[in-house]
């Protein structure tokens, strides 16, 4: 039974390694396939059938079967260098077409790096950008005010849902029951389907619900602190010694008292310290949101960008690398000083 | 002699599978102190948790004064565990709170959830905590931090915090396995004066015979999750000894 398993998924591998090769040869080494040309479905079946055929032999005949590698069914003991693993060579076959394919297609060129019109536009910017329009300070301060409490709000509000949501997406505190496991997996569903939505979407969503403006970027910064900060605060939780929990149950006390003396003094140090990292992100994704309208210096930034006032960009810079540095200074030493 | 808790045929098998008590029958009488012995896994600390409840017997009976306790649930329970205090291997205490404040956690479930979040302790609680505090002898220490102090005087917090419950009972999970021989002794002896002053009756699981024989009232040993024998202290020769603990074994003793 898991020996039949074991040798499928060894096929699948090779199915699906070989019929990438193929495809890699075949689209963007011989046909140099570009968005254009759209795909070509009938073609793809083609590739996937030879793919197939190209997989079956190197799983079944040949020795260069990576599925297997992978599944450690080869006897390594005995194999001396790379010589003696053949499979291992096709491995970096793989790798090095991969590496080719992919300088085509970010469309690497020393030529448009090192061109008469590409210096030029080089050098424009950077004496602009090295040449920051002061005049324009009081607004760069008053902006990047404004990123700084938008992150905070943003961090405040996320943290009481967090907090709550991490005791039930914490495995030992929710592996008694059932009905405990049940919602431990829907809410660690949520967690990671939201934290896995950028906050740059977030902001786009936001931006059409409640208007563009600081607003708009909180509500994004806070629904990601919220999924982010609950998943680190649980995987706390499940790290913490099961003893005073279990000292707690023993005296009698409610499930809420075993909860805040058996767990919260254990994890309330971290809980802090995680906070305070998270605020010292926040600001430096508050800047990136506000090029999508999230409100404070970022969307400053994205009115000078889209006017080409590169003096002014060039001041706003220097005050978000201030604040930033400066935030990631003051949150290293806070949290140092709380282990 | 009045009888306190009636295991019969009592199971305990873990979702793994594992069945760590196979049908273990024995009664424990008021005022007694009563010693559990046997080899690492064979079933003691399943035995002491499942006398109050922190694992599920998953078979067989548990009475406690006459009545069965297998099915309590919720408040019930809560009120049963109340009455057996327990101290473990490792201490448990709360980690970054005072010595006080762990003392003050005997009394969870006689205080409400709002009030013991809020530190709100009645005056007679606390009275009481500094009073015991004073009789495991660590008066003067009640504001220091539980988890810097050492072993022994953990050990003795966790003796308070177990009193505070005014318990009839008190479990003790290999009281005396990370401490020092000395210091072992000091512990053992308070164990000794709350079964004879306070009338508590203790039942213990310990390592070493010597303490056994001269703390212990009565024995009762436990292999592979049976009961392989019951009787007192001095009843445990050498014959005894390697059938409970198997025949390389050679007993260590700690004075």
Known sequence: ?339 | MENLFKLDKLEKTYPNGVRALKGVSFDVNKGEFLVIIGLSGSGKSTMLRCLNRIHEPTGGDLQFKGKSVVSLKGRELRQYRSKIGMIFQHFNLVPRKSVLENVLTGTLSRTSIFKSVFNMYSDADRQKALELIEVVGLKGKEMHRADNLSGGQQQRVSIARALMQDPEVLLADEPVASLDPATSHSVMEYLRKIQQQYGITVICNLHFLSLVREYGTRVVALKGGEKMFEGSPSEIDEDWFKRIYGEQAVEVTIN
């Not at chain 1, 305070?276 to 970022?298: C, E, P, S």
């Open chain 1, 1 to 339: 039974m898991k020996k039949k398993s074991t040798a499928f998924k060894t096929l699948l591998i090779d199915f699906l390694l070989a019929s990438y090769l193929v495809l890699c040869i075949d689209s963007f080494i011989f046909t140099r396939h570009t968005m254009e040309n759209g795909i070509d479905w009938a073609s793809f079946g083609v590739v996937l059938l030879i793919g197939l055929i190209l997989g079956l032999i190197l799983n079944r005949v040949s020795k260069l079967s990576i599925g297997k590698m992978f599944l450690k069914e080869y006897d390594t003991s005995k194999a001396r260098g790379i010589g003696q693993k053949p499979y291992a060579i096709l491995g970096l076959v793989i790798l090095a077409v991969t590496f080719y394919v992919g300088v085509l297609v970010t469309e690497l060129s020393f030529y448009e790096f090192f061109s008469q019109a590409g210096i030029q536009g080089a050098t424009r910017i950077f004496t602009a950008l090295l040449n920051p329009n002061f005049e324009v300070l009081d607004q760069g301060i008053l902006a990047v005010i404004e990123t700084i409490y938008m992150a905070f709000i943003a961090t405040a509000f996320s943290l009481p849902f967090a907090f709550l949501l991490s005791f039930f997406a914490a495995r030992n505190l929710m592996n008694g029951s059932g009905f405990g496991l049940t919602v431990y997996y829907v809410i660690r569903f949520f967690l990671n389907v939201s934290r896995s939505i950028e906050p740059l979407v977030w902001a786009i969503i936001f931006s059409v619900w409640v208007g563009i403006g600081p607003f708009a970027g909180m509500l994004a910064l806070m629904i990601h602190s919220v999924s982010s900060l609950a998943k680190l605060y649980s995987e706390q939780i499940e790290n913490i010694s099961e003893g005073p929990l279990e000292a707690m149950t023993a005296t009698g006390a409610h499930p809420i008292q075993v909860i805040w003396y058996g767990v919260v003094p254990q994890v309330i140090l971290p809980f802090l310290s995680f906070t305070i990292y998270r605020w010292d992100i926040n600001v430096r994704m508050a800047t990136v949101i506000g090029l999508v309208g999230g409100g404070g210096i970022g969307t400053l930034l994205m009115q000078f960008q889209g006017l080409a006032r590169w003096n002014e960009v060039g001041l706003l810079i220097i005050i978000i690398a201030a604040v930033v540095w400066l935030m990631d200074f003051l949150s290293s030493k806070i949290r140092e000083s709380i282990k």
